[in-house]
């Protein structure tokens, strides 16, 4: 009887071991430890880029741009009074293309232009050839316009998939959302998208902001933050110059 209790015991220990290696080599993990909680993904592939990792005071003010003509002109007239030369614009092509003059503008004070897609829907509901299609007549338009193949994308309300990301990186794009969100599409009043700009705000920050007509307080908030975040010491940079060597993060897509 001992004998028996002994073997299946040895039998047990064997089996848990096994099913724990299976785990690992399928790539499933899941352990909680003190509110910890650790996952391994069978295939992480691209990620969306949140923000990165880092002790330089450096943040990135973004604006997404998907319709209108009477905001952008006075968020672009803030950052030359400021003297703000790095930001990041996220131009949706239609736009783009109805409105040479304002992308010019964008262009010539040195800003950087990234893709914020074609139609304005979301793409995780579209099928693998709509995604590409989506993305290849933005990136066609935006280089005509602007001069310059976009290598940056954020989708219309920030919306993507598993799919999406690995279709964007397919065509030579990094997906960038944002860690700090204004919310200023909201117009909760000035005082409001400050306090939760500043409030957010922390090293290798992604800020997100828009310049689209229904967004009517961005222009009255964007001095204070500006002016706010330069005494803490932050630095303004584009996308492209926080992320260059840094430790990137990302959040899991299911």
């Not at 706010?228 to 992320?243: A, D, H, M, P």
């Amino acid at each position: 009887m001992n004998l028996f209790l002994v073997l299946s015991a040895k039998r047990l220990k064997s089996s848990f071991f096994i099913i724990l290696a299976m785990f690992f080599a399928i790539g499933v993990f899941y352990a909680e430890n003190k509110n910890i909680q650790v996952f391994f993904p069978i295939d992480p592939g691209p990620s969306a880029i949140y923000s990165v990792d880092t002790e330089k005071k450096q943040v990135a003010l973004t604006f997404d741009i998907s319709w209108g003509e009477e905001r952008t002109g006075p968020i672009l007239d803030v950052l030359e009074q400021k003297g703000l030369k790095k930001a990041t614009f996220f131009l949706s092509s239609p736009w783009a293309e109805s409105h040479p003059d304002l992308v010019k503008r964008i262009v010539d004070m040195g800003f950087e232009i990234g893709s914020h897609g074609h139609r304005h829907d979301n793409y995780s509901q579209y099928n693998e050839e709509q995604i590409r299609t989506q993305i290849g007549k933005a990136d066609h338009i935006l280089t005509e316009v602007t001069g310059k193949k976009p290598k940056l994308i954020r989708f219309p309300n920030g919306d993507f998939d598993k799919r999406v990301l690995r279709i964007a990186n397919e065509m030579g794009y990094k997906t960038i959302q944002w860690d700090t969100d204004s919310l200023d599409w909201m117009n909760p009043g000035k005082e409001k998208i400050v306090n939760r700009v500043l409030k957010r705000t922390h090293p290798g920050d992604i800020i997100l902001m828009h310049a689209s007509d229904s967004c009517r307080q961005t222009h009255e908030a964007l001095p204070v933050i500006i002016d706010s975040l330069r005494k803490q010491g932050y630095e303004f940079v584009t996308v492209s110059e926080l992320i260059a060597g840094s430790e990137v993060k990302m959040k899991a897509v299911d």
